[in-house]
């Protein structure tokens, strides 16, 4: 399994940014994809998950109405694009696969992280 992310990106202030997500080595449309970002000092903060058999997607609360994930099944990769950007949204973002076991979900294969930085 292997997830590989797009390039660094450098943004400023209000506008938006898109990174993707390019999955091999399993059936892509079987399994979820998550969306995650580590912010400096702080921990990793879920934003959501895409299910690319579908598009069917989940938001956190927090990024509703600012983000959307979108899946290309034919190219096996998700995106995540991400609008009114601020410094806040400065972080490392990385897209994850979703498995379950008898506990509930987990995330069992990691992208390497895509560095987002906004500034002016």
């Known amino acids: 399994v292997q997830l590989l992310q797009s390039g660094a990106e450098l943004r400023n202030p209000g506008t938006s940014v898109k990174v993707s997500c390019k999955a091999s080595g399993y059936t892509f449309t079987s399994y979820y994809i998550d969306w995650v970002r580590q912010t400096p000092g702080q921990g990793l903060e879920w934003m959501g998950r895409i299910d690319p058999k579908d598009g069917e997607t989940k938001y956190a609360q927090k990024f509703q109405g600012r983000v959307t994930f979108t899946a290309d099944s034919c190219g096996s990769a998700v995106h995540v694009e991400l609008s009114s950007l601020s410094s806040e949204d400065t972080a490392v973002y990385y897209c994850?696969?979703?498995?379950?076991?008898?506990?509930?979900?987990?995330?069992?294969?990691w992208g390497q992280g895509t560095q987002v930085t906004v500034s002016p």
């Open positions: 994850a696969r979703q498995q379950y076991d008898g506990l509930g979900p987990f995330l069992d294969s």
